[in-house]
Each structure stands twice: as C-alpha cells, then as structure tokens.
C-alpha cells in the first residue's frame, strides 16, 4: 500500500508544477488524494498480529495455570498430553493464524457440530463453550488462545472417538449373535500419545487437512447430507418454524391463512420449484408485506389475496414433499403429510445427523461395481461407476430378527440351492410346528440330519417325537431340498460372514407388493433373483440366462465362485440424497433412531 510520504512527494510536486499549465496540480493531487486514501484504507484493514511471546504467555497460562477452568468453565481433557505438546512447539498455535481461524480449525468445527447435532451421547467437545467464544473472537490474546486449547483438546476426543469406532452406530444388537468386535477396547485403543504423535507427524508433514479429512467420511453421499443438515439446522435456527394445524386440508384451488406459511416453509426444505415465489414477491405495489410473511394469528386476512392461494406451483411442492417422504403424491394436505410436515426441522436435523455417521460402516472405497442395500427403504441397487444398474425391491429381517448392517464381498452364488436351517430358526420356529404338526417336514421338502463321527446321516423323521426336544436340546440338523417351496427360493447368493446372512430368492413373491416389508428371519430376500444372477455371471464359464433357468428348473443345484468377486453393503439409511439431489426421508421401521427428541417422530 502507499504510504502518507509518498503522498507528501506528490504534494511537493504539485507546487514545483505551479508555473505549468492550470490543470497539471488538479491532476496530480487527485492521484494523491488517492493514494493517501488506499494508504489510510489498507492500515483499517491490516490483520491484528499476535507476537510469538505474546501466544506463550497466554498458552501457558491456560495449559499450567488455568487447564481447570479455560474460558471460565472448562476443564481440559486431555490436559496431561497438551502441555507436552504445545512445549515441542514453543506454545505456538495449530488452529489460529494470530487472531484468526485457519480453514483446518473451520473443518474442524463443521466436524465437531455435525457429529454433536444428534444428541445421541455426551460427546466431550464443550462446543456450547467454542461457539459462545468463536462469536466474541477478537484481538484479545487471552480469549483467542483459550480457543486454541479449546479446538485441541476437542480434537483429541473427537479422533479418539472415530479411530476406536465410537461413532458407528446400530452395533451391538443381539438379534444375529456375532464374534467380530466394532469398537476397540482394551490394547487395540488409540490412546492420546497416539492421536498426539499423529498431529506432530502431520504437522511435520504440513498435512494437517489430510489428517482431518481422514476421520471422517469422504464419500458424496456423506457430503450431500452435509449441506441438508445445514439446510435444517438454518430453519430450526430461524425461530419461524411452527406446527401446522394437525386437522389442516387443502388441495390446489383452496385459500387459506396458512397458505402463505405453507408455501415459506416448502421452500426452506427445497421441494418448491425454483421461482415459484418470484412472482407474488414482486407484486408489492400497495405496500402489502411480502408473499413469505404471513398474517399473525387471529388478525383478518382477505382471503382473496393471491398469496393466500392454493395454486399449481405450491400443489407440486406438496407432491415434492410428499414423494420424498415416501407418501401417496396427491398434491394434498392430508393427516399423514400433516404429521411428516409439523416434524420439527431440529428432529429432522438429528435424523440427518445420526445417517451421517452410517457412512462410518463403510470403506472409503465402495467399489467399482457393488451392490448397495438400503434396508429403512427396502430396496437394492447394483452400482457400476456411481451409477444404478439394476434396482429392485427387497425384504429385511422382521423386527425381532432385524437385519444387521455389515459390508463384505459376494464370493458365491448358489442356482438351486438347498437351505440348511439355522440353529436359532430351527428351535424357534421350526420345532413349535413340529410339534403341532409332525408332517410339517415331508409337506415343506425337508430332510432330517444327524451327526455321527462328524459326518452327517441322514434319519427318518417319521419315528421322532418331536414333544421331547427344546429349544435348549435339539440335536438334529434339517435341510430342505430344492423346488418351489424351498425358503430361499432359487438363487442364494453367498458372502463370509458370521451371522448366517446372504441375498436370496423366496417362495413367497407376493411379498413384494407389500409397502413395509420387514418379514424375513434377517437375510435380505431380493426381487429379481434371476436378473442379479445373470448379470454378475455375465461371461463366466457359459452361465447365461438360458442355463440359469435350465439348473433351476431341474433342480440342479450348482454352486458358482465369481471370477470377480463383488463388494456388498448391508445398510441402514432413513435419510439420504438421491441422484437428483433430493433429501429422502424413510419412517424407521427397525426403531434405530431412536435419539433424544427423535424419538416420537421416528417412525409415523
């Protein structure tokens, strides 16, 4: 910038100029004039400097002294790690670049909110403190740097919790009993030196982003619910959303008071079509307020106002809103999108908050090709470079055997598979009809096991007193045969895992046309078996769709190892963005998200 003795040359100059023509001084003390301007306007705007000496005092101050009460009221977590560290450092800040946040400390506190958001545990952050001390953030070195230990100390919770899977959530169900461990205990902990020397090496390394960026989700699914929980958090912030009238019907041609309100608070969540509003906006000639405000509660309105309109545009918004809530798309006010629409935005928030963490089950590649279940929308897709090959409708594990959510990789498919009943099924559900009805075998194909020398020996089933076992003592295997009534139809398609779960086929197709479809004892039965199998066999050893349906109508069961294998994610999302950029929202059938004041509204 120039400075004021620049400015004074040029005054200078002006007067060795007095004898040339008039119009020169004009001229230059113009340019001046300028100049001391841009000199004057660049010191207002010169950044606060905050000297090294002056952040150790202060650091110090809050790592030794004050690590009991930081900003007033915080006690330091992780205070014993801190001190040694920042001492490495010479109480220089990581997150502050003098009195201002750097973009990692921004990213970090993004984090931090949308992982506190769902109040689903006390996650340690003392973010009520953060945000109240982030609006006065000045040049004051004591407040500045109490941020600074503040974000830190966050930060070593924040990477515990996600590096010892303490963020996933729908672990733990006993529904599938299973031997794999979720979160770490024990010596497989990442401990505080650990995150500590994590932070040193990305420091070192000038990767700090990187390091942020990798406890958390990457995948655009996960980014897109990023912006529509800000998008519902600015609405519940606003303090302007309210409950409808719950007994509310309207249809397209209708006015009504509330129509102006409805029609504010479909575009706040997206679903009114772009530049719906313009028009009523606009037409403000008589001083009338503006077509998003609407008229106080008991005051007369004229009703014949457009604003108060039902029209076409305000009836696609309903029928927006609708379809992304999986309702019937009517364009009407109904009691059921009445209930959808008086949920508040901060319980919509925490939905959204909570699925964010889902994407935690997930590796940070999905794959190529892969197979995508989403069980809150009983549907599958198979996904070729980030888009839907085929989709189909699914059913889940009923609510006291609820699917569980898991990802791994589909190694095997079965044409004409027989079907071995799990222990668990077989003294629970199969040994009562025994009991009632001991032809119950012959009438479903199945075939009785016992085991001899390890070996398995086919019995009779006709000389069993099947009033003699229990659930506790049941000591044969049954396995049905394949055909038409085989329960897992006729395709099976297999991937490791320790809790007995795999695609299938059904005999029961008519299942399909059912809405909420959570009916299977946990494995994920599929729509369009013999599609699936064709198309993941496509150019292998001659399995073409002619003799899929050859080994299955025979009876043949084959058992098929993919030349190439494919991921298959097992997930639980009731909201999600879709492929058009649409927030979807699904009723939670397996009562997951059940959070704070989530709960009365998770599933209508």
């Known amino acids: 910038?120039?400075?004021?003795?620049?400015?004074?040359?040029?005054?200078?100059?002006?007067?060795?100029?007095?004898?040339?023509?008039?119009?020169?001084?004009?001229?230059?003390?113009?340019?001046?004039?300028?100049?001391?301007?841009?000199?004057?306007?660049?010191?207002?705007?010169?950044?606060?400097?905050?000297?090294?000496?002056?952040?150790?005092?202060?650091?110090?101050?809050?790592?030794?002294?004050?690590?009991?009460?930081?900003?007033?009221?915080?006690?330091?977590?992780?205070?014993?790690?801190?001190?040694?560290?920042?001492?490495?450092?010479?109480?220089?800040?990581?997150?502050?670049?003098?009195?201002?946040?750097?973009?990692?400390?921004?990213?970090?506190?993004?984090?931090?909110?949308?992982?506190?958001?769902?109040?689903?545990?006390?996650?340690?952050?003392?973010?009520?403190?953060?945000?109240?001390?982030?609006?006065?953030?000045?040049?004051?070195?004591?407040?500045?740097?109490?941020?600074?230990?503040?974000?830190?100390?966050?930060?070593?919770?924040?990477?515990?919790?996600?590096?010892?899977?303490?963020?996933?959530?729908?672990?733990?169900?006993?529904?599938?009993?299973?031997?794999?461990?979720?979160?770490?205990?024990?010596?497989?902990?990442?401990?505080d030196e650990q995150v500590i020397e994590l932070l040193h090496e990305a420091l070192r390394q000038n990767r700090l982003p990187d390091l942020i960026n990798s406890l958390s989700p990457q995948h655009t699914g996960y980014r897109a619910l990023r912006v529509e929980l800000e998008r519902y958090r600015n609405l519940d912030r606003s303090s302007r959303w309210v409950a409808l009238p719950h007994d509310l019907t309207l249809k397209a041609g209708d006015r009504h008071r509330d129509v102006p309100y409805l029609r504010w608070l479909l575009d706040q969540t997206g679903d009114l079509p772009a530049g719906a509003l313009a028009w009523l906006i606009g037409d403000n000639k008589n001083n009338n307020p503006p077509a998003n405000e609407w008229p106080a509660k008991n005051t007369k309105v004229d009703l014949n106002e457009a604003k108060f309109l039902f029209d076409g545009p305000l009836r696609?918004?309903?029928?927006?809103?609708?379809?992304?809530?999986?309702?019937?798309?009517?364009?009407?006010?109904?009691?059921?999108?009445?209930?959808?629409?008086?949920?508040?935005?901060?319980?919509?928030?925490?939905?959204?908050?909570?699925?964010?963490?889902?994407?935690?089950?997930?590796?940070?590649?999905?794959?190529?090709?892969?197979?995508?279940?989403?069980?809150?929308?009983?549907?599958?897709?198979?996904?070729?470079g980030g888009k839907a090959e085929l989709e189909m409708k699914v059913i889940i594990g009923n609510l006291k055997r609820r699917t569980p959510v898991m990802t791994d990789i589909v190694r095997i498919i079965e044409i004409a598979p027989t079907w071995t009943v799990p222990p668990r099924i077989a003294s629970s559900y199969l040994l009562p009809k025994l009991k009632r009805n001991?032809?119950?075998?012959?009438?479903?194909?199945?075939?009785?096991?016992?085991w001899k020398n390890g070996a398995p020996v086919h019995v009779s089933a006709e000389g069993i007193n099947w009033k003699r076992y229990s659930s506790r003592h049941l000591p044969y295997t049954f396995v049905q045969r394949p055909g038409k009534l085989n329960a897992l139809g006729t395709v099976k398609f297999l991937f490791p895992n320790d809790q007995s779960i795999y695609l299938h086929d059904t005999s029961q197709p008519q299942l399909f046309d059912l809405d909420k479809r959570a009916l299977s004892s946990g494995c994920v039965r599929v729509e369009k078996p013999r599609l699936l199998a064709e198309m993941l066999l496509k150019g292998q050893d001659g399995w073409h769709r002619g003799q899929i349906d050859q080994a299955i109508d025979h009876n043949r069961t084959s058992r098929i190892r993919l030349k190439n294998p494919l991921p298959v994610h097992l997930m639980y999302w009731t909201t999600w963005v879709d492929e058009s950029g649409k927030l979807q929202i699904r009723d939670d059938v397996y009562h997951r998200d059940l959070i704070a004041g989530a709960a009365a509204q998770a599933s209508l």
């Open 438 to 450: 001991p032809d119950y075998l012959n009438q479903k194909g199945f075939d009785v096991l016992t």
């Open 1 to 191: 910038a120039p400075s004021i003795s620049q400015c004074s040359i040029c005054f200078r100059a002006i007067k060795r100029t007095s004898a040339r023509p008039h119009h020169m001084p004009i001229i230059i003390g113009s340019v001046c004039a300028l100049l001391l301007f841009a000199a004057l306007g660049a010191s207002i705007y010169t950044r606060p400097f905050m000297p090294p000496s002056v952040a150790q005092k202060h650091m110090e101050h809050w790592l030794i002294e004050g690590a009991r009460h930081v900003a007033g009221e915080v006690r330091l977590r992780h205070i014993r790690n801190l001190e040694p560290f920042y001492l490495k450092r010479d109480y220089q800040p990581i997150w502050l670049d003098s009195y201002q946040l750097r973009p990692e400390a921004l990213e970090l506190l993004q984090l931090l909110r949308e992982t506190a958001v769902d109040d689903w545990r006390q996650y340690g952050y003392s973010l009520e403190t953060l945000e109240r001390e982030m609006l006065r953030l000045s040049n004051i070195p004591e407040q500045a740097t109490a941020i600074e230990v503040l974000l830190s100390d966050a930060f070593i919770t924040y990477a515990q919790q996600a590096l010892n899977n303490e963020l996933l959530p729908d672990t733990g169900e006993a529904d599938h009993p299973t031997m794999k461990k979720v979160v770490a205990t024990g010596s497989q902990r990442i401990n």
């Open 316 to 384: 696609d918004a309903v029928k927006s809103f609708q379809a992304r809530n999986k309702l019937e798309t009517t364009g009407a006010l109904n009691e059921k999108t009445m209930q959808h629409l008086n949920i508040p935005p901060y319980q919509t928030a925490q939905r959204i908050a909570l699925n964010m963490k889902r994407w935690r089950h997930l590796p940070s590649d999905l794959g190529e090709r892969h197979i995508m279940v989403n069980m809150a929308d009983f549907s599958m897709q198979l996904v070729k």
